[in-house]
């Protein structure tokens, strides 16, 4: 089956501008969440969201937001950019949140450049 | 706060030889550990969990250790092959996702 889709794969953005990434997870899944991957800091998680409600937010300012639509599609905002937004954000699903048996499915991610 | 900590940014081991990534937590609360890998370009992978009232757990090549007296946990890949050179991330779950920083492994022909 597809696996989880994200897109854009690459973008550049300036200063203060905003961007939206977008996530598909596999078919059936119903968890999404979203990391932060920035050199030496690992995986930051950002937020996660089941059947359309924000479950969890990591410790992220308000510039980021999220959603989740009915056909459990996701996507990601980041308003007002900064240079230190330059990052790999990731998604991944699960069918929940994966908690109990600790399986994430993680898209390709989309490579966020802020200049 | 970095809940779950990698302290060997890399590691490089020769092939057919043991290589062993540690991962060390603060949580003592964590239910379930589990290491993921991830290839240049390419989203992580979920290589191997071990819940927290276990302390080994193995799949084929790869044993995951835990010491939770010691709050730590350490992945094993006996023999190494160059096919596992990657960056391998620990993680630990409670409301959510923790993650490490990281351990970038190379294994030589």
């Known amino acids: 089956k597809a696996g989880v889709t994200q897109t854009p794969r690459y973008l550049i953005k300036t200063r203060g501008q905003q961007v939206t990434l977008s996530c598909s997870p596999i078919s059936g899944h119903r968890s999404v969440s979203w990391y932060q991957q920035t050199p030496g800091q690992g995986l930051q998680f950002l937020f996660e969201?089941?059947?359309?409600?924000?479950?969890n937010k990591g410790n992220f300012p308000g510039r980021f937001s999220g959603r989740q639509f009915s056909n459990s599609r996701s996507e990601m905002n980041v308003s007002t950019l900064e240079l230190g937004d330059s990052a790999l954000y990731l998604c991944a699903s699960s069918l929940d949140f994966g908690r109990e048996t600790g399986e994430l499915f993680f898209g390709e991610g989309s490579r966020l450049t802020v200049l | 706060d970095q809940q779950v900590k990698q302290n060997s940014p890399s590691l490089s081991v020769q092939e057919g030889r043991i290589s062993i990534l540690n991962c060390d937590y603060t949580n003592s609360m964590f239910d379930y550990f589990l290491w993921y890998k991830k290839y240049p370009a390419e989203g992580p992978t979920f290589l191997i969990s071990i819940s927290s009232i276990k302390d080994k757990n193995e799949d084929g090549r790869f044993t995951v250790f835990l010491n939770k007296s010691a709050k730590h946990l350490s992945l094993h890949i006996v023999p190494s092959q160059p096919g596992d050179s990657a960056v391998y991330f620990c993680a630990a779950t409670g409301n959510q996702f923790y993650f490490g920083t990281g351990t970038s492994l190379t294994v030589i022909p």
């Open positions: 969201y089941f059947s359309e409600t924000q479950r």
